[in-house]
């Protein structure tokens, strides 16, 4: 079953490569979406796929690239989407 999640990656996980990381993780997990960052210093994924992969993904955003440091990740549910691939959005 395809499930989409907005989920919101608070700590410092901006400068960390924490984007282009977590586009490799959704990659391999075969999830599509996107990830960007937020004004407040936040970063922003929303995460399509099959349930189980999107739920390792965000068991992985707590964790993130080595020099992250995550506070916290809250997740809401988003009505099915048809992305293609996984994006990472520039400012």
């Known amino acids: ?10 700590g410092v996980v901006q400068g960390v ?7 490799e ?8 979406g996107s990830v960007r960052n937020l004004r407040n210093g936040d970063v922003e994924v929303i995460a399509c796929g099959e349930q189980a992969a999107v739920e ?3 068991r992985w955003l707590w964790q993130g690239p080595p020099r992250a440091r995550v506070d916290d990740v809250t997740v809401d549910e988003l009505p099915p989407a048809n992305y293609k691939g996984f994006s990472v959005l520039r400012d």
């Not at 079953?1 to 608070?10: D, H, L, Q, S």
């Not at 993780?25 to 599509?32: G, N, Y």
């Open 56 to 58: 390792l993904l965000i």
């Open 17 to 23: 490569y924490y984007r282009g990381a977590t586009q």
């Open 25 to 32: 993780q959704a990659t391999r997990l075969s999830i599509t």
């Open 1 to 10: 079953m395809n499930i989409c999640k907005r989920c919101v990656v608070t």
